[in-house]
């Protein structure tokens, strides 16, 4: 079930509101990174944000916790594909 897997933990951003960081993986391949995150917004949901370097491929806000559920389940197949090429949890 997806919500055993949850990392709560609070998260400081620059207008100073808490948020709660309940997923994220950082794979790292040589100089390369690629970040997973999905963080609980307060009174907007959730974002589900994708980075490549240090470039945001793709952040959006979504509602709907079962859009939110199907995205946790992309980032996992996604860093899967990536461990087996040789990335590594970092």
């Excluded at 609070?10 to 709660?20: G, V, Y």
């Amino acid at each position: 079930m997806f919500t055993e897997g949850l990392h709560l933990r609070p998260r400081r951003r620059s207008n100073d509101l808490a948020f709660l960081i309940m997923y994220t993986r950082c794979l790292q391949k040589a100089a390369h990174i690629r970040r997973f995150s999905i963080t609980s917004t307060p009174g907007s949901g959730w974002e589900v944000r994708y980075e490549h370097d240090s470039h945001v491929v793709r952040s959006i806000r979504y509602r709907d916790w079962h859009r939110v559920e199907r995205a946790r389940m992309t980032f996992a197949r996604e860093a899967a594909l990536l461990e087996e090429s040789g990335w590594k949890e970092g």
